[in-house]
């Protein structure tokens, strides 16, 4: 296994802690894994490190990018000279200012993400143009309150407050005001030092799933889909940062796993793709939907030697007896006839 750290991403869901959990599982003798909806990457970055050739893909094209950075890129760095053209010039109003100030930001702040965007084209490739995305990503994701994109402005600017923060909540969340450049060079060394080369081939791809499936050849596809009854609109939470990336307004993406009405009918629609797969991980837990009952049913449906092992996670509510169990589950498919 390489040697190597996941940079700081903060990714709603992520299964950084339970990634080696996860990859544990894997069976001997694979060589390649799809990491099908890769969000902030992690277990795309885990199967790299493994040394099997990866491909990754996320219908949001911040989740792409970041993939593209992280786990299709072998070899090219930002160095300082990157850095400068990312960062050189004037403020100027474009589409954050026009559509996004006192939105998200204040004004002054979208002019200068306007910049960033702009000078990022300069970059001499698109590995180089990923990973200052990727690195803008995370500081605009830092600099909001609960780190996503679905907060009115007026939660903003008063959690932005850090004597309110303090007052109210024994915290200044003093990293809401630090400027973009600046969360941007605390994390870029981590970024850099995190690009290894597994001399295999990865790739990244931004595509709805379902659409993918049976094309993407693997030996193993592993499925962490939005868990419906959470919360888990992932457009709601990061598709401002997808409008950033294009500068222009986009609308949300289908297939989400939203709405409960017809989420059942959603994964039997996925597991019924997915017979060209030898190994088939999902990823769920017991406060979604469906239960684990109706998703091992579906799976069966497709594959008759199906699994499902637990993870217990406890976490506290208030107080020292009011607990909650939490459980992630890892089903696993083998669909070797
Ligand atoms: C639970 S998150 C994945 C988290 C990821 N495993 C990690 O460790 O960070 C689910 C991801 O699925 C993506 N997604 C949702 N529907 C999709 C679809 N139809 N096709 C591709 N990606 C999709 C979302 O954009 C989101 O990034």
């Known amino acids: 296994m390489i040697n190597k750290e996941l940079p700081k991403i903060n990714f709603i869901g992520n299964k950084e802690n339970i990634s080696g959990w996860i990859s544990s599982f894997f069976p001997a003798g694979i060589k390649s894994v799809f990491d099908a909806f890769s969000g902030g990457g992690s277990i795309g970055y885990q199967a790299k490190k493994m040394g099997f050739s990866v491909v990754s893909n996320d219908i949001l094209r911040v989740n792409y990018l970041l993939a593209k950075s992280l786990i299709e890129n072998n070899s090219e760095i930002l160095n300082d000279s990157d850095i400068e053209v990312v960062f050189r010039g004037k403020p100027f109003r474009g589409f954050m200012f026009e559509n996004y100030s006192n939105v998200f930001f204040f004004p002054e702040e979208c002019m200068e993400l306007d910049l960033y965007r702009k000078n990022i084209e300069d970059l001499s490739n698109e590995f180089k143009k990923a990973i200052a995305i990727s690195l803008i990503r995370r500081a605009m994701v830092r600099k909001m309150p609960y780190s996503r994109f679905n907060i009115k402005w007026d ?110 009918a959603l994964f039997d629609n996925l597991f019924s793709k997915l017979s060209s797969y030898k190994y088939w991980f999902l990823s769920y837990n017991n406060s979604s939907y469906p239960s684990k009952e109706t998703l091992m049913d579906l799976l069966s449906k497709y594959c008759n030697n199906v699994k499902v092992v637990e993870r217990g996670h406890e976490y506290k509510i208030t107080g020292k007896d009011n607990k909650q169990k939490n459980k992630e589950y890892l089903f696993i498919a083998t669909n070797i006839k």
């Open 155 to 264: 939660k903003i600017k008063q959690l932005r407050d850090e004597e309110y923060s303090y007052n109210k909540y024994g915290r200044r969340r003093a990293y809401h005001n630090i400027s973009f450049k600046d969360h941007f060079l605390e994390n870029v060394k981590d970024y850099n030092n995190a690009i290894f080369d597994n001399n295999k081939k990865n790739i990244a791809l931004n595509d709805d799933t379902f659409d993918l499936l049976g094309t993407v050849k693997a030996d193993l596809i592993y499925l962490d889909p939005p868990y419906t009854g959470t919360m888990n609109n992932y457009f709601s939470f990061y598709g401002p940062l997808d409008e950033y990336i294009s500068s222009k307004k986009l609308t949300p993406f289908k297939n989400n796993f939203i709405d409960k009405q017809t989420s059942v």
